[in-house]
């Protein structure tokens, strides 16, 4: 049944292990919908979109667009009236034991035959300190999604850890970071399409490179706690990269 609440056992699991995977979640006509529109995204994506995985010497309008990233309330602004929305902060309030709200999304599209991991990070290392214990992450995937074209993999337990340095991406020109988790404790987790993948903030997650013939195409829905404030008090490694000018800016709470 779409839009389940979650069990005390999911509960539990979440806790212990910082994420959790909930199959047959999402309304099909609402993906389908939701499909529909991040491609429109892809077809614009030179207006519409940035490269995450931009690397460097390759001029702004030479980007090979291997991680597009946009948000589909560019093209579709109803999207905050879907179910879909209003769940996962409702799922995400049981999970994380608190009250969450829809902070923002991200449409994040591979393309085929792709060679860009997004590397082992945790979103509390972008978003600084304002968000410690105080974040949550769901993440839909379009199509199943495997190891094969990108699927969410997670360091078990690492929601307990704290955040660790990151640091930016050795030739990347975007601000793409990676940090170096204990990776014997990783785990993979494929979704069929209609699941959903849930991670505390502090969880260090990563996805694959899309080695496939078809786009990887997936939405993820940040939460937060209301009292949050969004981002801010950011680590000493934190940079915004503006993609529309390449250049470089420092977070004004680092100045």
């Given at each position: ?34 499909e ?23 001029a ?43 902070w ?37 995937p ?36 990676h ?66 000018t ?6 004004a709470?680092?100045?």
């Amino acid at each position: 049944m779409a839009y389940p609440e979650a069990t005390p056992e999911q509960v539990e699991r979440f806790r212990q292990h910082g994420y959790l995977v909930v199959e047959d979640a999402i309304d099909p006509a609402e993906l389908d919908e939701l499909e529909r529109h991040c491609d429109e995204l892809i077809a614009k994506k030179n207006e519409l979109a940035f490269d995450w995985a931009w690397k460097e010497g390759e001029a702004r309008e030479e980007r090979q667009f291997r991680i597009v990233q946009s948000s589909p309330r560019l093209v579709w602004p109803e999207v905050d009236q879907c179910r879909f929305r209003s769940w996962a902060a409702e799922f995400g309030s049981q999970l994380l034991g608190t009250d969450v709200e829809f902070w923002y999304d991200q449409f994040l599209g591979k393309p085929p035959h792709n060679d860009a991991p997004t590397y082992w990070h945790q979103d509390e290392g972008y978003w600084g300190r304002n968000l410690l214990g105080k974040g949550i992450t769901s993440w839909i995937p379009m199509q199943d999604v495997d190891a094969s074209n990108g699927c969410m993999h997670f360091i078990d337990g690492s929601h307990l850890d704290g955040v660790l340095t990151h640091e930016r991406v050795e030739g990347m020109a975007s601000d793409l970071l990676h940090c170096s988790p204990d990776e014997s404790r990783a785990v993979v987790c494929p979704v069929r399409r209609g699941g959903v993948t849930f991670h505390h903030s502090a969880t260090v997650h990563m996805t694959t490179a899309n080695t496939t013939d078809r786009w990887r195409k997936a939405l993820t829905q940040h939460m937060q706690t209301p009292d949050a404030g969004g981002e801010g008090d950011h680590y000493e490694w934190k940079l915004w990269v503006d993609q529309r000018t390449g250049k470089t800016h420092v977070p004004a709470d680092r100045r």
